[in-house]
């Protein structure tokens, strides 16, 4: 049993200013497995306030100074591996393969990421007569999910202390485990104090004290677009920067061509990951209506080789965070079906043999109509929806007809006109056959957020630009 009493404020681990406890469960097993101690406004000020004092000092630090810290975080990161993944399968149920192989992996190439960039980052353009600086925007409120915990973590993390920003964390209170490691690598690397807090809570006692906080600059928060929008409201009076990485229902576009069947196996793969938890998930797919039945062959196929289970077994997915987000997705089940779609696999209620845990059969739906409940709403579990289309045309404007723009996706042989699609499709990042890159940015069009993060466009959430009029250069000067 984990017991995080504690919060890491000011380079040191102290108790709450008063102690409110919230129990943490396992989701395959839904006993209790940890206690949390719960955050208050009061929390926050104390934590935003070393934030503050430690920012003026390391505003100030150098590229070198900024490398070597971040270089004793990764070693730090490192040497926690293993723990990590324990705590990530035990607090929100991802597979141990899938921690193991990307959960984890992901934070640290958050961090290696940011070590790179930072080498030959530009912080300074000399134009003759002015210079344009770029420096860190101050304190930072982080606001993180609980689907891929340490993920969100490090790439917020990682560029905020590149940039010279000074931070306080809350990761989710449903996943928190992997977050007290993180506060407990942060410590082990000598992060100066108050560069990096932490405080554990819930929405309503951390989260909007850290959105509303004057002394806060800038909150980011990755979320649900209805969480974000409440996120934006708060920090409004005070002008403080946004930053959201909000939800997703992204279309895949399947081509109409001699590699269909992979196509569709490769998309069905790509959304059960993890549950089905994740953001940019490619939930709508769409291949040609003449060619519906081959799709519906291989999604079938490919979405009943997928095996459910114990997450420290051999199963591909183990089970979704709560019991929520089971009933949630029950529900959304049981709407594509009212609604008409032609349920091709899985369905309601936990897949066979399980009895406990909040299992979700992988399910897959064709038929679908964009007009249809389980193609507009993020359901954020391991259901897919299959759209027909009659043109690339069609395809397109039905891939679009949402109020998301998070990622899309397009598969497909003919290499050119994959690109010419991907170039008409409204998202903040387009994937052409399961491309992939950590230094890519990441973020959202429309109601998936605003703002970028991942590699250089990253850093710049976190820098103000100043103009230096006058600013001659030093051969004029002498």
Known sequence: MREYLKFYIDGKWVDPVVLKTLDVENPATEQVVGKIALGAAAD???????????????????????????????????KRFGDLVTAVTEEMGAPASLA????????MGHLATAAAILKDFKFEDDRGQTM?????????????????????????VAPAIATGCTMVLKPSEVAPFSGQ??????????????VFNLVHGDGLGVGVPLSTHPEVDMVSFTGSTRAGIEVAKNAAPTVKRVHQELG???????????VLAKSVARGVQHVMTNSGQSCNAPTRMLVPTKRMGEAITAAKETAETITVGDPNGNA???????????????????????????????????PD????????????????????????????????????YDSLDQAITVGNDTEYGLAAYVNGADLEQARKVASRLRAGQVSINGGSDMTAPFGG????GNGREWGDYAFHEFLETKAILGYAPKQAAE
Not at 325 to 342: H, R, S, V, W, Y
Not at 365 to 374: H, K, L
Not at 445 to 448: E, H, I
């Open 100 to 107: 193991q192989r990307a959960q984890v992996p992901a934070g």
């Open 181 to 194: 490691i993180f506060a407990e690598i942060m410590h082990a690397a000598g992060v100066p104090a108050g």
């Open 316 to 350: 591909m997915l183990g089970p979704v965070v709560s019991k929520v987000q089971f009933d949630k997705i029950q529900a959304l089940i049981q709407k594509g079906i009212d609604e008409g779609a032609t349920l091709v696999t899985g369905g309601v209620g936990r």
């Open 353 to 388: 043999g399980l009895d406990k845990g909040y299992f979700v059969k992988p399910t897959v739906f064709a038929n679908v109509t964009n007009e249809m409940t389980i193609a507009k709403e993020e359901i954020f579990g391991p259901v897919l929806s299959i759209l027909g």
């Open 445 to 448: 069009y429309k109601m998936s």
């Open 248 to 258: 997703g229902k992204s279309p895949n576009i399947v081509l109409d061509d001699d």
């Open 132 to 156: 344009i600086v770029k420096e860190p925007i101050g304190v930072c409120s982080f606001i993180t999910p609980w689907n891929w915990p340490l993920n969100q973590i490090a790439c917020k």
């Open 44 to 78: 926050v000020d104390k934590a935003v306030m070393a934030a503050r004092r430690a920012f003026e000092s390391w505003s100030q630090t150098s590229r070198e100074e900024r490398l070597e810290v971040l270089g004793r975080i990764l070693a730090e990161y490192q």
